[in-house]
């Protein structure tokens, strides 16, 4: 066994063994809770959390966005401002996306962006159907595309060279096509 696989094995073995601990440590027959992390409040004796005002979770970890300071007998809001809804106003309606499982945030679909998905930045737009066009298809695209440009291009030029040509023999005067061409192309 190689020592990257092992290593492997012994970070998942840690990193399991922390997340699936046994939340209660026993000393001398009494329970111990383990300490409680609020991040908007305080913990209370019982190991819970006690919210400041406007925020709410298991840990504090939720701002509230009521409209107005009204609240209910339980500390819900009555109404909640534009673009949050819940019981508590702290989950975000995501326009053109969804709520982040974890951050009171949203995770937009491309293109959109903005706080709540409801935003087109125009360059946004151009990237997001440009990387699209980009696939085999986009090359598919491309090359007849490029060749119908440089045979345009190639056309165009010789038509300049002729009209220019036919310009100067009116007048009298003997044109080196080549020597035109030269002209042009600087």
């Known amino acids: 066994m190689n020592l990257s696989r092992t290593l492997l094995i012994l970070f998942v073995t840690v990193f399991f063994s922390l997340?699936?601990?046994?939340?209660t440590h026993h000393h001398h027959g009494h329970r111990k809770l383990r300490r409680h992390v609020c991040l908007n409040g305080r913990?209370?004796?019982?190991?819970?959390?006690?919210?400041?005002?406007?925020?709410?979770?298991e840990n504090c970890e939720r701002a509230m966005h009521c409209l107005g300071k009204s609240r209910s007998s339980n500390g819900s809001?009555?109404?909640?401002?534009?673009?949050?809804?819940?019981e508590y106003c702290d989950l975000l309606n995501c326009t053109n996306?969804?709520?982040d499982e974890y951050y009171q945030k949203c995770i937009c679909d491309k293109p959109y962006s903005g706080d709540f998905c409801d935003?087109?930045?125009?360059?946004?737009?151009?990237?997001?159907?440009?990387?699209?066009?980009?696939?085999?298809?986009?090359?598919?695209?491309?090359?007849?595309?490029?060749?119908?440009?440089?045979g345009c291009e190639s056309k165009a030029q010789k038509r300049q060279v002729k009209r220019i040509g036919d310009?100067?023999?009116?007048?009298?005067?003997?044109?080196?096509?080549?020597?035109?061409?030269?002209?042009?192309?600087?």
Do not use: R, W
């Open 119 to 150: 935003q087109l930045v125009t360059a946004d737009v151009y990237l997001f159907y440009n990387s699209k066009m980009m696939g085999p298809f986009g090359a598919l695209t491309i090359i007849p595309l490029l060749l119908i440009y440089y």
């Open 77 to 86: 809001c009555i109404d909640c401002k534009e673009h949050y809804y819940g």
């Open 167 to 186: 310009m100067m023999s009116d007048q009298n005067v003997n044109v080196d096509s080549e020597a035109v061409k030269n002209l042009l192309d600087d």
């Open 43 to 57: 913990e209370l004796t019982d190991g819970k959390c006690q919210c400041n005002y406007n925020y709410t979770g």
């Open 19 to 23: 997340i699936f601990a046994d939340t």
């Open 97 to 99: 996306g969804i709520q």
